[in-house]
């Protein structure tokens, strides 16, 4: 049986039109060149009926559980989070242009999901990506993490930002520190870029900077961030041997921790500790 029959079999089983099938999206394909696609069933939605039962049913017919994407995204090698963080992102994208912003007629999906087309005026609307930098602040020997409230608790990351329309990305990098911790980038020194489903697809451009011995004193803005300080290579260290889940509850007290192993955050914290000499070009 072809894979597309055994899926209308199992859509039907679950009582979904086979039809839905051409909302599916290409996210890629194999070493075979077997493509992949991703369907949102619509399991999370508030008009599906019966959802929690659609689940349970759907849980039984797969023999696999629904767990929350950030938890799976963690807990998946490399590859497949990077699967499922496009199909996530780009179902969302395709769920949110349903309609046209000019002339607020219903849009059509393409066959693979890469854009969408208004019939009425012909307006071609494509997925988009927000560029966002992230940089590690150091100033030779310490390097600057910084916490929002919204992190889990004892969570310390790089410092991150949106470009704002017209910037470059040394533009944004200079801005977004000074307005988040008050500091002046002396050099800057490309190093990673990784695709970020949370909160909307982002493209994240990791950045290690350094400023000037000497001025290093921190005004942290306080309507962006929680906390912001400076952390010495032992500590993170220390930090980055112990960063794992089971390490992360202890009797109540909140210990200090990096973002997870997937994370480009995490690569950069690692990369500074590791290799702390690279040689920064000017900003
Ligand atoms: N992968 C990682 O390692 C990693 C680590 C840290 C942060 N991040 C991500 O980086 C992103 C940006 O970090 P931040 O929150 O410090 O950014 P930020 O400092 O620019 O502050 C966020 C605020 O910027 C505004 N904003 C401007 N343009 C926006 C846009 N296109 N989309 C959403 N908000 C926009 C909003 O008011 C928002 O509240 C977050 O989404 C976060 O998930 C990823
Ligand atoms: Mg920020």
């Known amino acids: 049986m072809s894979i597309r029959h055994e899926l209308e079999r199992l859509l039907g089983k679950f009582g979904q039109d086979s039809q839905i099938l051409e909302d599916s999206v290409l996210i890629g394909c194999s ?3 077997e493509a992949w696609f991703a369907l949102d069933l619509g399991l999370n939605s508030s008009s599906s009926i019966n959802a929690s039962l659609q689940k349970a ?5 797969l023999q696999g559980s629904f767990i929350k994407l950030t938890k799976a995204l963690f807990e998946l090698n490399v590859k497949d989070a990077s699967l499922l963080s496009t199909a996530q992102a780009l179902l969302r994208w395709h769920d949110a242009h349903q309609f046209c912003s000019r002339s607020g007629q219903p849009t059509k999906k393409n066959v693979s999901g890469s854009k969408r087309v208004c019939p009425s005026n ?6 988009q990506v927000a560029p966002v930098v992230i940089t590690l602040v150091s100033d030779g020997t310490r390097c600057l993490l910084v916490r929002q409230s919204s992190f889990p ?3 310390y990351s790089a410092l991150a930002g ?3 329309i017209g910037e470059s990305l040394e533009e944004t990098v200079r801005r977004e520190i000074a307005e988040e911790v008050g500091l002046e980038v002396d050099r800057l020194h490309y190093s990673a870029s990784q695709h970020w489903p949370f909160p909307h697809s982002t493209l994240m451009i990791a ?3 350094t400023v000037k011995p000497g001025q290093t004193e921190l005004q942290v803005n306080l309507r962006e961030l929680e906390a912001a300080a400076w952390f010495s290579r032992d500590e993170v260290a220390t930090v980055l041997r112990r960063n794992h889940p089971s390490n992360q509850q202890q009797s ?3 210990p200090f921790r990096l973002p997870p192993k997937l994370a480009i955050a995490h690569q950069l914290i690692k990369e500074w500790v590791e290799k702390p000499t690279c040689s920064p070009l000017p900003a």
């Not at 049913?57 to 017919?61: G, N």
């Not at 012909?122 to 997925?127: G, K, Q």
Request: net charge negative; with cysteine; proline share 4%.
């Open 57 to 61: 049913e759907v849980e039984t017919a």
């Open 122 to 127: 012909n307006i071609i609307y494509y997925p």
């Open 162 to 164: 949106f470009c704002d």
């Open 153 to 155: 608790k004892g969570m």
């Open 31 to 33: 070493e075979q060149q």
């Open 207 to 209: 950045c290690h900077a």
């Open 252 to 254: 109540g007290a909140v």
